[in-house]
């Protein structure tokens, strides 16, 4: 069992940054690969940034590449998420996600891979 909470969203204007943290509790967090993922009002979640269990992979949505950078820190148990020039566009609930599967790199982008989630943390962009 892994507990993931999210925290450091908020409101930010447009062209700024936010760096979202996920701390998790439990077992073996460096068995596992970590995902952030983004659902706004009236869509579907959708795939942000992932990174492999030793940070050596990592992996991006188009939508936010050379924008947001994810990283972790494994002695910490956690993972980051710094982003930069924020749109207004990436206004959205911001979860992270921990998998177990063996083929992370394979399947990163999927929702339906991730075993435990974290509560969302908002971030609103504003003009």
């Known amino acids: 069992q892994v507990q993931l909470v999210e925290s450091g969203g908020g409101l930010v204007q447009a062209g700024g940054s936010l760096r979202l943290s996920c701390a998790a509790s439990?077992?073996?967090?460096?068995?596992?690969?970590m995902g952030w993922f983004r659902q706004a009002p009236g869509k579907e979640r959708e795939f942000v940034q992932a990174?492999?269990?030793?940070?050596?992979?990592?992996y991006y949505a188009d939508s936010v590449k050379g924008r947001f950078t994810i990283s972790r820190d494994n002695p910490k148990n956690t993972v980051y998420l710094q982003m930069n020039s924020l749109k207004l566009e990436d206004t959205a609930v911001y979860y992270c996600?921990?998998?177990?599967?063996?083929?992370?790199?394979?399947?990163?982008?999927?929702?339906?891979?991730?075993?435990?989630w974290g509560q969302g943390t908002q971030v609103t962009v504003s003009s």
């Open positions: 996600a921990a998998s177990q599967s063996l083929r992370y790199y394979s399947t990163y982008n999927r929702p339906s891979s991730y075993e435990y």
């Open positions: 990174i492999s269990r030793s940070g050596g992979s990592t």
């Open positions: 439990g077992r073996a967090f460096s068995m596992y690969g």
